[in-house]
């Protein structure tokens, strides 16, 4: 006679026995969820969302921020103007320091809005350089473009020496000082954006412009490394390096008469909008026009004497017999 089949144990007996092997160190196998498994589960996740949570506490309001405050050297004339109107058009106060012209320049600034303030130093002295970072520090700038530059057109040992040291003044040891004042309270803020206007005469030998193009190596070099120093702190450091521009600088270092003073060029206010893009997003470099571009990419393939040719040929005069008549026009070396 068949054994009759054994009746399965009552789910509270079937819990105990493996309770009860588990004690022993038994193995015990994962029971499979029964049909109503993945029904209970939803019921369970939907009594957890209406569980009470804890009080919310409302937001306060949003606070608005001041207006940034930026500090740009050169300020009064050529790249330098135009990139204090583009940051007082972002919604910068500007601090603009120069030699001169520093009212008339504030003045100006005052159509797009803001506290704007004038600051007329020597930043060849260290007095200058001293006085202008102890403002910049009391307004508590936090975006720095370093741009005031001079050049000097000739044969080195026909030009005067005085001139030569000026530009290393003003275009090197300047911006080294300033840097070295100011970066210690970006770094203690945890933010900053600094613009160093170099130039792509910087990437060649330039026969009758040597200091000038010179000291624009250096100031890219500068910033480049400073920038990877600074990786991680918050601080960016961006190149701006323009070709020709038409800026008042040409007829300063009179230069007007050279290949490079006839070429057509860009506005300083198109340079200017592509190097503040660069800057407030930290960009490491900027190079504005098709000028510019292309001298650096011929300065890339050419050998060093081959380069020093070619660029040495837009720092010399035109022949009167290629002159071509014309309303004098300002421009911009290579800043």
């Known amino acids: 006679?068949?054994?009759?089949?054994?009746?399965?144990?009552?789910?509270?007996?079937r819990r105990v026995a493996r309770r009860l092997?588990?004690?022993?160190?038994?193995r015990v196998p994962r029971r499979p969820p029964g049909p109503g498994a993945a029904r209970a589960a939803r019921r369970g996740r939907a009594r957890r969302r209406r569980r009470p949570g804890p009080p919310v506490t409302p937001r306060p309001p949003a606070v608005v921020r001041d207006r940034a405050n930026a500090l740009v050297t050169g300020a009064t004339s050529g790249i330098g103007r135009a990139?204090?109107?583009?940051?007082?058009?972002?919604?910068?106060?500007?601090?603009?320091?120069?030699?001169?012209?520093v009212d008339a320049t504030v003045g100006d600034l005052a159509a797009h809005?803001?506290?704007?303030?004038?600051?007329?130093v020597d930043l060849t002295t260290p007095r200058g350089v001293e006085a202008t970072a102890r403002r910049a520090?009391?307004?508590g700038v936090s975006t720095v473009v370093l741009n005031a530059g001079v050049g000097v057109h000739g044969a080195y040992a026909r030009t005067p020496l005085e001139a030569q040291l000026r530009l290393v003044d003003l275009?090197?040891?300047?911006?080294?000082?300033?840097?070295h004042l100011l970066l210690p309270d970006l770094l203690a803020e945890g933010h900053g954006r600094l613009l160093v206007t170099a130039s792509v005469a910087g990437e060649m030998p330039a026969p009758h412009f040597a200091t000038y193009a010179a000291s624009k190596a250096f100031l890219r070099s500068f910033a480049w490394s400073?920038?990877?120093?600074?990786?991680?702190?918050?601080?960016?450091v961006t190149a701006l390096l323009p070709g020709p521009t038409r800026t008042p600088f040409f007829r300063e270092a009179g230069m007007e008469r050279t290949h490079v003073g006839r070429l057509p060029k860009p506005s300083a206010a198109a340079v200017a909008r592509q190097a503040v893009d660069a800057l407030v997003h930290g960009r490491p470099?900027?190079?504005h026009g098709v000028q510019g571009k292309a001298m650096l990419a011929v300065a890339r393939v050419l050998p060093q004497p081959a380069r020093a040719a070619f660029h040495g040929w837009f720092y010399a005069p035109v022949p009167p017999s290629l002159a071509v008549p014309r309303a004098p026009s300002s421009g911009s070396p290579l800043r």
């Open 285 to 287: 470099e900027v190079v």
């Open 171 to 179: 275009n090197v040891r300047s911006v080294a000082h300033l840097t």
């Open 226 to 236: 400073l920038r990877g120093e600074l990786a991680g702190t918050g601080v960016t």
């Open 83 to 101: 990139l204090a109107h583009e940051l007082a058009r972002r919604g910068h106060d500007v601090l603009v320091v120069a030699d001169r012209d």
């Open 137 to 139: 520090r009391e307004l």
């Open 1 to 13: 006679m068949a054994a009759a089949p054994r009746r399965p144990a009552p789910v509270g007996r």
């Open 113 to 120: 809005g803001g506290t704007h303030e004038g600051l007329t």
């Open 21 to 26: 092997r588990a004690r022993r160190g038994e």
